[in-house]
């Protein structure tokens, strides 16, 4: 290995910009245990690391995309050409044979950063370099754009990690329900059946079926409106999940956000959502602020010729759904509810869910899915999720996880550092701390994920979302969180 450049007095208050080669199908945790070894190298944290850099045919690189998103940072791509125009300390002709640069490494931090601090350092499949962020007096760049696409289930890839960052309820499916699931498997050979399904789901919520669409999960409900409405002005009320907005924009929407401020609790107010607003997307309770917004609120929001799209998908994870619109028909305008199974019930891998809303936009809506779009099982589990045993056992697991939500926020007012906005509702509370990046690369390092803030728009690096698990769980979570702010 290279040695260091540079001494720790003149970079140890910088950002550093961490250069990395790699081999095709270099694994995330390889990556990161080694930019850990060159940061231990000049004695920088975790937290100084601004950003990733890499030659452009390796910008794609799965390993490399879980790193940077693991970090809480970017990372950038290089075309060849210009990485191989950067003079490197260390060039190597076989690097230069396979990419056109010298040093990948070197290179692509030296081009991102200013003065190179360390030297390539290598693993088995990886390179990595350090070099000092480029300070710049100009006008600040506008904010990087939030990752849309980034969800919680890419913080737990990693084996062995206790999981805070996902949202479905721990122990599920329940047994009956896998048992009933496994039965279904018996009738695959037929297409899929709806009626009994639909009937279900319609008796849940008072509603004719016809104002019923069963889907493959709710985010295809986001993609079927998305590509059905032709709004002028979209809004999408945020901080929330980001799926209905990222549909919007691929269906070539113009989308307008409305900020909620923590100041405020991220509770929506008066006059928050422009009038000329024709289609309005706003979640309750909300992810990842866990706000449960009164229905009146909402309802306020209705009104003739204007769409508005209210996600609650965590609303059975509130005991007695009072805030719920999902029953309430004939309302100003189109109010359209969407629903899914998959947190309670524990089926993100089964993909099933459900729209309401008025029976002449649902048809519309049903016109625009494939034939067949919910599958046998998915289908099983809409039926029987809907009965009474199973909402009575989804009562029953609201109110224990409104017992373990107390508990969680009772621990986190322990420290000082730590704030919780508003009143959390659902199976999860949004924090704000500082450093948020460093705290949570250093959770994983004791072993715990949680979810990073920064990918929702209106949010940013000192948020991060708690899933909400058992007693045992939080205390563990909590202890492991008091060591990391205790620098341990």
Avoid at 235 to 250: G, I, S
Wanted: proline share 7%; glycine share 8%.
């Amino acid at each position: 290995m290279s040695g260091e450049q540079g001494n720790e007095t003149d970079h140890r208050d910088g950002r550093v910009v961490v250069g990395v080669g790699a081999s095709a199908g270099v694994a995330e945790t390889e990556v990161l245990e080694l930019i850990a070894d060159a940061l231990a190298r000049v004695r920088l944290p975790a937290g100084a690391v601004h950003r990733l850099a890499t030659v452009e045919q390796r910008a794609a690189e799965p390993g490399l995309l879980a790193a940077a998103r693991a970090l809480g940072v970017p990372l950038t791509g290089h075309p060849a050409a210009e990485l191989a125009a950067v003079v490197v300390p260390t060039p190597s002709t076989a690097v230069l044979a396979a990419t056109g640069t010298a040093s990948v490494a070197e290179a692509a931090a030296l081009l991102d950063g200013g003065r190179l601090v360390l030297a390539k350092v290598k693993s088995a499949r990886a390179t990595v370099a350090l070099a000092t962020a480029v300070a710049t007096t100009a006008t600040p760049a506008e904010p990087a754009e939030p990752d849309l696409r980034h969800h919680g289930d890419a913080e737990v890839r990693a084996p062995g990690l206790v999981d805070l960052a996902v949202n479905v309820r721990t122990g599920t499916p329940p047994e009956w329900l896998r048992a009933a699931l496994a039965a279904s498997l018996a009738d695959l050979a037929a297409y899929p059946e709806q009626s009994a399904a639909l009937t279900a789901v319609a008796a849940r919520h008072r509603r004719p079926a016809a104002e019923v669409l069963l889907t493959a999960g709710a985010a295809e409900a986001f993609v079927l409106l998305a590509r059905t409405l032709r709004p002028r002005h979209a809004v999408v009320v945020h901080p929330q999940f980001t799926e209905p907005e990222a549909a919007l924009r691929d269906a070539g929407v113009t989308v307008h956000r409305v900020l909620l401020s923590a100041a405020d609790g991220f509770r929506l107010t008066p006059g928050a959502v422009p009038e000329q607003a024709d289609l309005v997307v706003v979640g309750n309770p909300t992810n990842p602020t866990s706000v449960l917004h009164p229905a009146a609120a909402l309802l306020a929001l209705a009104r003739p010729g204007r769409t508005l799209v209210v996600d609650e998908a965590f609303m059975d994870t509130t005991p007695g759904e009072s805030q719920s619109l999902a029953s309430l028909r004939e309302l100003p305008g189109q109010v359209v509810v969407l629903r899914s199974l998959t947190k309670t019930w524990g089926l993100a891998g089964l993909r099933v869910g459900y729209l309401l809303g008025p029976a002449e936009l649902v048809a519309e809506l049903g016109r625009a899915q494939p034939l067949w779009p919910v599958s046998t099982p998915a289908l099983t589990a809409a039926e029987l999720c809907s009965a009474a045993p199973a909402l009575a056992e989804a009562e029953a697991a609201a109110a224990l996880l409104a017992e373990h939500r107390a508990h969680l926020l009772r621990g986190l007012t322990g420290f000082g550092a730590v704030r919780v906005h508003g009143e959390p509702a659902g199976s999860f509370v949004l924090i704000e701390l500082p450093d948020a990046a460093r705290v949570r690369t250093r959770l994983r390092a004791a072993g715990f994920a949680v979810r990073r803030g920064d990918t929702f728009p209106g949010l940013g690096p000192h948020w991060l979302r708690i899933a909400v698990r058992d007693e045992a769980t939080t205390d563990r979570f909590l202890a492991a969180l008091a060591t990391v702010l205790d620098g341990g």
